[in-house]
């Protein structure tokens, strides 16, 4: 007996599917046979999507915070990269300071 592998989904066909649902242009029968998936699967995707939809406009505007716990690390980084930099100048050029 041959095992069928599942099928993974993007979170964008998620969505193109459930949005398919939502706008009940075709019934979720059809949705489910044009796509391969079960209509149970269609369902339960529409039902996240509807419950969901209201978090995504619930964020602030405006860019987000930078991280400040990586700041100090690659500024670390940077530091020790133009000094090396600088040293290799200082060599090639034949400058001491």
Not at 10 to 39: C, D, F, R, S
Not at 51 to 63: D, V
Not at 73 to 94: F, P, T
Request: aromatic share 6%; charged share 30%.
């Amino acid at each position: 007996m041959s095992e069928k592998k599942r099928k993974i989904f993007t979170g964008a066909q998620k969505a193109k599917v459930a949005l398919e649902a939502v706008k009940g242009m075709k019934t979720i029968n059809e949705i489910a046979q044009e796509h391969g998936v079960h209509p149970n699967q269609v369902s339960q995707w529409k039902k996240e999507l509807l419950e969901n939809a209201g978090s995504l406009f619930e964020g602030k505007r405006g860019p987000k915070p930078a991280n400040t716990a990586s700041d100090p690390d690659r500024l670390y980084a940077k530091i020790g990269q133009l000094n090396m930099e600088l040293d290799w100048l200082k060599k090639k050029s034949g400058i001491s300071l």
